[in-house]
């Protein structure tokens, strides 16, 4: 018999956003041909990798073994038995129940976990995990967030789980329940009940979504303009005052080759990129997040009128990149070492020289 462990299911309201499909379109601008210095490929596309490091505060090790523990134990739990029985992670739920359960201590973690992997080890003086199992409807519904945020309500935290339907009129769907397992992991939180908000946001998808995600990349032709950086140290850098700086600037073009500038400077190289999941944005757009890779880099050689840090930064460690995480408005580049450059599309800033 399992202990016991205070966890909180949630009959949570469900909430449908219906959104319009966007038709995204790409430009191409010319490109210089005078490279004095050429990057090789540093970071290969490694889709088998079992989800993307999300947190720059939480060590590698640590979420590299949550990471496939739970990549695994999920798995198992969707699977039957030679019995017919299904047990599943949390034991038997029934098909539309929400399961959250906020881990804080190592006999919280094996309470709740009734499969017969061995647990990973973590330093729960230092960290908290977030568990749960939502549910789709049909295979047309999948999780819309890939992070996951734990509101302070005071007394309790508050979860927002965005369930994220296809509503593209050529998909061809089952209608059954399935799990929907979440996890994530926190720099060590009080312990509190949780619960669970569901909300269904509906959007179009494409069934190739390297070709969708491309397209928001390459969205109006955007110039894609730098706002800020986190260096290697985790310390945020603003550029512009947070506003962006015209003479820092990558775009995506159809072709599969990036162009952009460093002060004086262009620079230019071959994308490639591997979506992860669809997920939803800030205000219910919907973004992709994935993996990236540029190759083929240079950069020309001219001197600098930019800022000489954000130059040198900014030239070194952009080749650098993993993974994308892009919506029409919006662009992150990071890597699993917690470097991450942050853009906005020029459209939106109120400097017209940035368009």
């Keep these: 018999m399992k202990a016991s462990i205070n966890h909180w299911h949630c009959a949570a309201k469900t909430v449908i956003i219906a959104m319009t499909a966007v038709v995204f379109t790409a430009c191409s601008t010319d490109s210089e041909d005078n490279a004095t210095r050429v990057y090789p490929v540093v970071c290969p596309i490694e889709p088998e990798q079992p989800m993307l490091k999300t947190r720059s505060n939480v060590d590698d090790a640590t979420y590299a073994r949550l990471a496939t523990f739970f990549m695994m134990a999920f798995d198992d739990a969707r699977k039957t038995g030679g019995d017919g029985r299904r047990i599943g992670f949390f034991g038997q739920l029934t098909d539309e129940v929400e399961a959250c359960y906020l881990i804080t201590s190592a006999e919280d973690f094996k309470a709740v976990y009734y499969g017969d992997r061995m647990l990973p080890e973590v330093d729960f003086e230092r960290y908290s995990v977030l568990m749960g199992r939502s549910y789709s409807t ?198 699993s070492r917690g470097q991450k450059f942050s853009f906005r599309d020029a459209s939106l800033f109120r400097d017209a020289s940035l368009k």
Aim: charged share 25%.
């Design 138 to 335: 049909d295979s047309r519904e999948s999780l819309g967030n890939y992070t996951y945020n734990l509101v302070d309500e005071g007394d309790h935290y508050r979860l927002p789980v965005n369930i994220l339907r296809n509503v593209n009129p050529s998909l061809v769907y089952t209608q059954e329940i399935s799990d929907l397992f979440y996890w994530d992991v926190f720099p060590k939180v009080e312990s509190k009940p949780v619960l669970m908000e569901r909300r269904v946001v509906e959007k179009v998808i494409d069934e190739d979504q390297s070709a969708q995600a491309a397209g928001m990349l390459q969205l109006r032709g955007s110039n894609w303009v730098l706002t800020g950086y986190t260096d290697r140290d985790s310390v945020a850098h603003q550029v512009g005052s947070g506003w962006g700086d015209s003479r820092y600037t990558i775009s995506f073009l159809a072709d599969g080759t990036m162009q952009g500038k460093i002060g004086a400077n262009s620079i230019g190289a071959r994308y490639h990129l591997s979506p992860w999941k669809a997920c939803i944005a800030s205000g219910d757009r919907l973004r992709f997040v994935g993996w990236f890779a540029l190759t083929d880099g240079f950069t020309t050689s001219v001197l600098e009128t930019g800022d000489g840090t954000v130059d040198a930064y900014f030239g070194s460690h952009l080749w650098e990149m993993e993974f994308f995480d892009v919506d029409e408005y919006d662009l992150t580049l990071s890597d």
